[in-house]
């Protein structure tokens, strides 16, 4: 059975970094889009990135576009995001997403197309 489990989150001021890791067991990852979404108290989750299996093919939101940068490591069934010049309104509750499908062009896609989900790592930027 698939589990997801994101780590990497924290509290980091205005302008700082973190490189959030989503590390999948029990099975491959090597043949899934991986998805990364936030959700913001009150507000709706958000897709802000994916990569291919491949890691050929990469979308960002453009909330995030030129700061944050999506890879993976199929090799330990892990994919990372790593967030640079952080803002308050990148807070949030970060997850990682399992698309079986693998498509990762134009846009991240909404979550009713991701077929499993971590627990979320929260994120807080300090201003």
């Known amino acids: 059975q698939l589990q997801l489990v994101e780590t990497g989150g924290g509290l980091v001021e205005t302008g700082g970094s973190l490189r959030l890791s989503c590390v999948a067991s029990g099975v491959t990852l090597d043949y899934d889009t991986i998805g990364w979404f936030r959700q913001a108290p009150g507000k709706e989750r958000q897709g802000i990135s994916c990569?291919?299996?491949?890691?050929?093919?990469?979308v960002y939101a453009d909330s995030v576009k030129g700061r944050f940068s999506i890879s993976r490591d199929n090799a330990k069934s892990t994919v990372y995001l790593q967030m640079n010049s952080l803002k308050s309104e990148d807070t949030a509750v970060y997850y990682c997403a399992v698309r079986h499908v693998d498509y990762c062009s134009g846009y991240v896609g909404g979550s009713d197309l991701y077929d499993y989900w971590g627990q979320g790592t929260q994120v807080t930027v300090s201003s």
């Open positions: 990569i291919s299996s491949g890691g050929d093919s990469t």
